[in-house]
């Protein structure tokens, strides 16, 4: 039996609506916070004063559920001595992996629950299946991407958060 052309309009026509929808969330600006409303901030002090990390120090923390119905919650923090001192070159590879629009368009659909090198392959301006595989590589050699087995691909849940957070940093 064909499809239904009408379910196909109505389901296009769904689309582009969500897509609108999701558009228009993302060009909202961020809530600027109320008084009292540092708590994270506020806890960070604390335990930094504990540690006596006079420099301070810096924390990024979420907890989110995916697409595909994966919930992380995750955090980290750093004094500023060891972020300061530490070896940047380390991080070249990690931003650099992220420094490809293609890249990250694959990373979205694949936290947006499009896990398989076929599946990605059916969008469009991703490029070729070799290209789509060389991207794979690039973003599994970094640590941003890992195989799950039968040619499926995920985002470790330790990267879920930092991916997010490093994107989050590039809206004003």
């Known amino acids: ?86 070896d940047w070159a380390e991080a070249a590879d990690a931003f650099a992996a992220l420094g490809h629009p293609v890249r990250l368009r694959l990373l979205r659909e694949i936290i947006g629950g499009r896990r398989t090198a076929a599946e990605l392959a059916e969008l469009d301006g991703v490029g070729t299946t070799g290209q789509i595989y060389h991207h794979l590589r690039q973003l599994s050699a970094a640590g941003w991407l890992h195989s799950t087995g039968r040619g499926r691909h995920e985002v470790p849940p330790g990267r879920v958060v930092p991916l997010l957070v490093a994107l989050a940093t590039t809206h004003p």
């Open 1 to 86: 039996m064909p499809p239904d052309p009408s379910l196909e309009h109505r389901v296009a026509a769904l689309e582009h609506r969500l897509d609108a929808l999701e558009a228009a969330a993302r060009d909202q600006p961020a809530p600027r916070p109320a008084e009292g409303d540092f708590w994270a901030l506020e806890g960070l002090k604390a335990q930094l004063a504990e540690l006596g990390a006079a420099d301070g120090g810096v924390l990024f923390t979420g907890a989110v559920r995916l697409p595909a119905g994966e919930y992380y919650e995750w955090q980290r923090g750093a004094v500023t001595a060891s972020v300061l001192d530490g």
